[in-house]
């Protein structure tokens, strides 16, 4: 089994910065991708960003270049800075892993919540 835990969610102001961390642990062979999605109330969970095993980054459009993903590898964890957060970022951010042996399984943390507001 998979477990993956996320910290360093928060309230902050507009403008302000957080770091996001999250950490895969358990039965892991080969993580591939190891990303961030968010979902606001009301709304479907999209992507922020994601990295994968050899480097290769994804960002959504809302984020792009606000956002700066990183991933440690024989850590398992994957690292989220966001700056110049706006009102709109508020959401629930779930980290992502996708590990590859023969198929391809998903695992999700629990969710962390952001909240942009003065």
């Known amino acids: 089994q998979v477990q993956v835990a996320e910290s360093g969610g928060g309230l902050v102001q507009p403008g302000g910065s957080l770091r996001l961390s999250c950490a895969a642990s358990g039965s892991i062979l080969s993580i591939y991708t190891m990303g961030w999605y968010r979902q606001a109330p009301g709304k479907q969970r999209v992507l922020v960003a994601s990295?994968?095993?050899?480097?290769?980054?994804n960002y959504g459009d809302s984020v792009l270049g606000r956002f700066i993903i990183s991933r440690d590898n024989p850590k398992n964890t994957v690292y989220l800075r966001m700056n110049s957060l706006k009102p709109e970022d508020t959401a629930v951010y779930y980290c992502?892993?996708?590990?590859?042996?023969?198929?391809?399984?998903?695992?999700w943390g629990q969710g962390t919540q952001v909240t942009v507001s003065s």
């Open positions: 990295v994968t095993l050899d480097g290769r980054i």
């Open positions: 992502h892993v996708r590990i590859v042996a023969g198929r391809a399984d998903d695992y």
